[in-house]
């Protein structure tokens, strides 16, 4: 593989001042966020990019792309069913595809490392085509539960074998010709409708999924910008349709990848707590899907002003401008939990600094993320001297000066790093985090970025 092409950056991150980020990071009091924070990719995008414009016909160019973990196993997984990806010395990347049904086996097992959508999304493309592959993952992908997609795809005739529990290593040999999709999710799930829209592409007919509430559409929007035929329509009772027309031809289409929403969620909320904070956010990807916790903060009373929102490539950006503000707790509705999935552990962060309870329900799903993110969440702040209750499908925190000086670990989970770093920022005394090299599957220079507009990071000791 050359340098061209989806290597792993190192771990780590380093600061301006050449400093060494490494795996264990403290955090600790400043003087307030300020100046340009630049977020990088959404993730979201970013693996589909990869993944489409490897199943289309010509070269796809992306720029923007995260060049995170995660999307570059993605990356080089895609490579490896056969896809061309390169990229380019202006930083954007050339893809070129093989269409819907080109893809081969691959001659080693795929190891998405940390990812669950690559691996979920690229288990769906293999389920579509008359291939073979082995799919692996770090222990934190692998003990989390692959039989929601699985179990779909086997009814659109692939043959799974899988570790006991339907967990990782899943080996998957698609189908010959696979039947059309008609399938009701129990979960609202990007990765579990992804999967079986991209197995769906090689089917004769129209496939047809319903989830019990919309989650976030990228797959939808990017297949329509490729070409294919895809409806949606959220029904009376909240339940998202969507159908999708078989047997298509994607053609190669440029993207332009937006800023993540799910990325700025924690400058976003570092400033909003820090002191003295003022901080411009430019180009965040605005999809009503994604934006949740924005219009969860400013319901809490977060000085957050929307402005420039404009189309970019296909998709809705917007330039955010936060500043210090004055949270109060509010019960956020379960129907918005799939519009900010990934934004609870940072909003159990900002919940502990807000007067009152925050009161979160309806988010069962987190138990099954990277972490068990409800008890992963309580138990840390718990530790830091905060007050969480929680249950099997909620979380409610109690607002009140937080003590730090602990040491947390991130357990595999970048969100977890990142939300018990900022916590750092407004507890009493410092805390630490160990596992940092995780923060590299999404955001890659997070601890630079931050001390880049004024942050407190500093590399610790430790494991
Ligand atoms: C994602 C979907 C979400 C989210 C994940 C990214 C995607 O998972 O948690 O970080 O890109 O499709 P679920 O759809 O399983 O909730």
Redesign the pocket.
């Given at each position: 593989m050359s340098d061209t092409t989806p290597s792993a950056p190192s771990a780590g991150t380093t600061s301006s001042a050449g400093q060494l980020f490494g795996e264990t990071i403290m955090s600790g009091q400043h003087g307030g966020l300020g100046g340009q924070f630049d977020v990088p990719g959404d993730?979201?995008i970013s693996?589909?990019s990869f993944i489409l414009g490897g199943m289309a016909i010509g070269t796809t160019r992306v720029t923007g792309i995260l060049e995170g973990d995660d999307v570059l196993a993605t990356g080089r997984a895609m490579q490896a069913l056969g896809a061309d990806i390169e990229r380019l010395p202006d930083n954007s990347w050339q893809i070129t595809g093989v269409g819907t049904n080109g893809l081969v086996s691959p001659d080693a097992p795929l190891d998405l490392g940390n990812s669950?959508?690559g691996v979920?999304?690229l288990m769906g493309v293999v389920a579509g085509q008359p291939i073979t592959a082995t799919f692996c993952g770090d222990e934190s992908l692998s003990k989390r539960p692959m039989a929601r997609v699985t179990d779909p795809l086997e009814q659109m005739g692939a043959k799974v074998t899988s570790r006991e529990g339907g967990r990782l290593p899943v080996t998957i040999t698609g189908a010959e010709t696979p039947l059309a999709a008609d399938h009701t999710s129990k979960?609202?799930?990007?990765?579990?409708?992804?999967a079986v829209l991209l197995a769906a592409l090689n089917a004769r007919g129209t496939s047809i999924i319903r989830e019990p509430h919309a989650?976030?559409d990228?797959?939808e929007s990017m297949l329509r910008h490729f070409g294919a035929s895809v409806r949606q329509a959220v029904q009376e009772d909240d339940t998202h349709h969507i159908e999708l027309d078989g047997e298509v031809v994607l053609k190669a289409a440029d993207i332009i990848v937006p800023r993540d929403p799910?990325s700025a969620a924690f400058p976003m909320v570092a400033a909003l707590l820090t002191e003295g904070s003022d901080l411009h956010i430019p180009g965040i990807g605005m999809n009503p899907l994604r934006t949740g916790l924005i219009t969860t903060l400013i319901e809490m009373g977060g000085d957050i002003t929307i402005s420039n929102e404009r189309i970019e490539g296909g998709e809705a950006v917007a330039d955010l401008h936060v500043r210090h503000s004055q949270l109060t707790g509010i019960d956020v509705p379960p129907e918005r939990a799939?519009s900010m999935?990934?934004e609870y552990p940072i909003l159990a962060i900002a919940a502990t600094q807000a007067h009152g309870e925050t009161r979160m329900t309806g988010v069962a799903?987190l138990r099954v993320?990277e972490t068990d993110r409800i008890a992963v969440v309580a138990d840390g702040i718990a530790a830091c001297g905060g007050t969480v209750r929680y249950d099997e499908d909620s979380m409610t925190v109690t607002g009140a000066p937080v003590a730090g000086g602990v040491t947390i670990a991130s357990q595999h989970d970048h969100r977890i790093a990142m939300s018990f770093l900022t916590l750092g920022m407004v507890s009493q005394n410092p805390i630490t985090v160990t596992g940092c090299g995780t923060i590299n599957t999404s955001f890659p220079r997070f601890a630079e970025l931050m001390n880049g507009c004024g942050a407190n990071l500093t590399a610790g000791t430790g494991a």
């Open positions: 993730k979201s693996h589909r669950g959508t979920r999304l979960v609202a799930s990007a990765q579990i409708k992804s989650s976030r990228h797959t799910s799939a999935i990934d799903e993320k």
